[in-house]
């Protein structure tokens, strides 16, 4: 059931057309306007998810470049640790030859990122309310990986207090990612941001890394 106590959101959008008149947008054009910028996205959801934007999720930009390299036709592509949903709706709305997942512990989260998926009426896109050694990774084709595990190490700078973290589930964390890993098919895309190699099986070729930012792009061999 997916009934939860958070208030509604997101705004209501209409497109204004003349004096006197108003008509409900088309969704092509509302989600056009939530894909445009990082602000304009933000906007999408409550004042205190916008002030975490920096540095929770990923910039539209990367999340593009990412999703384009991750979309194959007919693949499914899982986000380790979705959040809000950002990488998905994106992924989804610019590749609709795929299909993306993304899996989030956090009720609240999960619950906005579903709110979000309905109000764009994206059909391309999912979410999985869960931890993810819940999850079969050989059930998806390829993953996308924004380093979900650091807050344990930064505590400072979590998102919130709702769950456990520490060094050691840090450590748990990679070590279970890893041995996931090691248990995909031969060409499976991932592609890591803001992340340490150490979460990297060495099976993984690098395929493409940026110059100024941590966005790699891994193929398995």
């Given at each position: 059931m997916d009934a939860y106590p958070f208030s509604h959101f997101p705004p209501v959008y209409h497109d204004q057309v003349k004096t006197g008149t108003i008509v409900p947008l088309?969704?092509?054009h509302i989600n056009f306007s939530i894909f445009r910028t990082d602000?304009?996205?933000d906007l999408f959801y409550h004042e205190h998810f916008q002030l975490m934007s920096l540095k929770q999720w990923t910039p539209l930009a990367i999340a593009r470049k990412a999703a384009e390299f991750l979309a194959e036709p007919g693949s499914k592509v899982l986000d380790i640790g979705s959040g809000i949903g950002?990488?998905?709706l994106?992924?989804?709305f610019f590749n609709p030859e795929a299909t993306f997942f993304g899996v989030e512990q956090r009720h609240e989260l999960y619950h906005y990122a579903k709110v979000a998926k309905n109000y764009t009426q994206l059909?391309?896109?999912g979410f999985i309310h869960a931890n993810i050694t819940q999850i079969n990774f050989k059930e998806f084709d390829h993953f996308y990986f924004y380093n979900a595990f650091y807050e344990n190490i930064d505590q400072k700078n979590a998102i919130d207090d709702t769950i456990e973290t520490s060094y050691s589930l840090y450590t748990y964390y990679t070590e279970y990612l890893l041995a996931a890993l090691k248990g995909v098919k031969t060409g499976t895309?991932?592609?890591?941001?803001?992340?340490?190699?150490e979460v990297i099986d060495i099976n993984f070729k690098l395929a493409w890394s940026s110059e100024n930012t941590l966005l790699r792009m891994w193929i398995k061999e």
């Open positions: 088309k969704t092509e602000a304009d996205f950002k990488f998905c994106t992924g989804a059909e391309n896109v895309r991932l592609v890591t941001y803001q992340c340490l190699d």
